[in-house]
């Protein structure tokens, strides 16, 4: 049997006229579950009731089960996921003032070991479906009901999203399908420790999609013990890189800040210098503690200073005190726990 979540639109149209129906049973049924969120064939009001039984008995509707979840008062909700092998991942919710903002993940792990993340220490298991990726986005919406305002997605759940590519686009394309679920590009942000090919390869795909890089060092070589994937994908390529190309959006910097280690004024003077010619917006995430490493939170004031420091600069700053600490739904915290 399918799992309907996995297949893309046109190898739905396919499996739904290879049992005879007619090739607009496919979009009616990506209208129900992708667009109208309503999973239950019995909501399927415009399809014959033969033909629902009919999709039933050749397609899985079932969404991977969300086993646990954990609110905290500002509304952030992380949801424990269980996927159909008896893995584990995490996706969180999160309300803004005019939005809401889905985290989402990419692997169950992540292969990349940095020293400060949760799931960087939980290795990597495997990387998700396309399909895994898209049943936490419905997940997510189902959680909201009936809800206004606009939908951020953010791939900075569990995993690296550039190191599942192919996955990764084949979700993004039903993502931003306006007949199915219709993100805007402009809405969703890859996060990546920077897999040069991959980055590439993903702006040339979806010129729209925002970027995230996770910098966390102010050179190559203190990104190197924080971030052993800079062994392999030198820093320097990677601004290059940034520099070079055009395009609309501003790349964001993620900086977590980690007392004693990148947190000094010439580090910040580094940044600066590293990020001069690019545009660009730097989030400095002051390090969110877990159980795998033993890094301090620097000071209110170390943080400030370090911020004021680039603003002086010209560069455009938001320090980033994370949301759901206390239910371990910040960033580097997941870890399927
Ligand atoms: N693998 C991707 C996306 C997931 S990590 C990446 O690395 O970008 C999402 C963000 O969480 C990254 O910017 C990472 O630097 C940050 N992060 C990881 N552990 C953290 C911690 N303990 N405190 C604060 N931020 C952390
Ligand atoms: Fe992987 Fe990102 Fe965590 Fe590094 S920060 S271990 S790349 S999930």
Redesign the pocket.
Same mark, same amino acid.
């Given at each position: 049997m399918e799992w309907f979540y996995d297949l893309s639109e046109a190898e739905l149209r396919k499996s739904v006229t290879g049992l005879g129906l007619k090739e607009f049973v496919a979009v009616q049924l990506s209208t129900w579950i992708l667009n109208k969120n309503i999973v239950d064939p019995d909501g399927w009001s415009n399809i014959s009731k033969e033909n629902r039984e009919l999709l039933t008995e050749n397609f899985d509707f079932t969404l991977d089960r969300s086993i646990r979840t954990d609110a905290d008062p500002s509304g952030t909700k992380k949801f424990l996921i269980e996927l159909q092998d008896g893995n584990r991942i995490e996706s969180v919710l999160i309300r803004e003032k005019n939005h809401y903002t889905f985290c989402i993940s990419s692997q169950v792990g $992540?292969a990349?070991g $940095?020293k400060? $993340?949760?799931?960087g220490n939980l290795g990597f298991k495997r990387d998700l479906f396309s399909g895994e990726i898209i049943s936490q986005v419905i997940l997510l919406k189902k959680e909201l009901g009936d809800y206004e305002g606009k939908i951020n997605l953010v791939?900075? !759940?569990? !995993? /690296?999203?550039l190191l599942n590519y192919e996955n990764l686009r084949k979700a993004l394309i039903r993502l931003t399908d306006e007949k199915g679920i219709s993100i805007s590009p402009r809405r969703i942000t890859v996060?990546?420790?920077g897999i040069l090919k991959n980055l590439k390869k993903l702006e040339e795909d979806f010129p729209n999609i925002k970027i995230?890089f996770?910098l %966390?060092g102010s050179d190559n070589t203190q990104r190197q013990k924080l971030m052993p994937v800079s062994k392999k994908e030198h820093l320097d390529d990677i601004i290059e890189y940034f520099r070079d190309r055009k395009r609309k959006h501003r790349i964001t910097f /993620?900086y977590?800040l980690i007392e004693g280690l990148n947190d000094s004024l010439e580090d910040a003077e580094k940044v600066s210098k590293l990020l001069r010619g690019i545009p660009s917006k730097i989030n400095i995430?002051p390090? %969110?503690? %877990?159980d795998f490493?033993d890094f301090k939170t620097p000071s209110e004031k170390k943080v400030d200073e370090f911020a004021e420091f680039l603003v002086k600069k010209g560069l455009t700053v938001m320090v980033r005190w994370?949301k759901g600490k206390d239910i371990r739904s910040? $960033? !580097?915290?997941l870890a399927g726990e």
């Open positions: $992540c990349l $940095c400060f $993340c949760a799931t791939f900075m !759940g569990m !995993g /690296e999203p996060s990546t420790a995230s996770s %966390n /993620e977590v995430i390090y %969110n503690p %877990n490493a994370s910040a $960033c !580097g915290q």
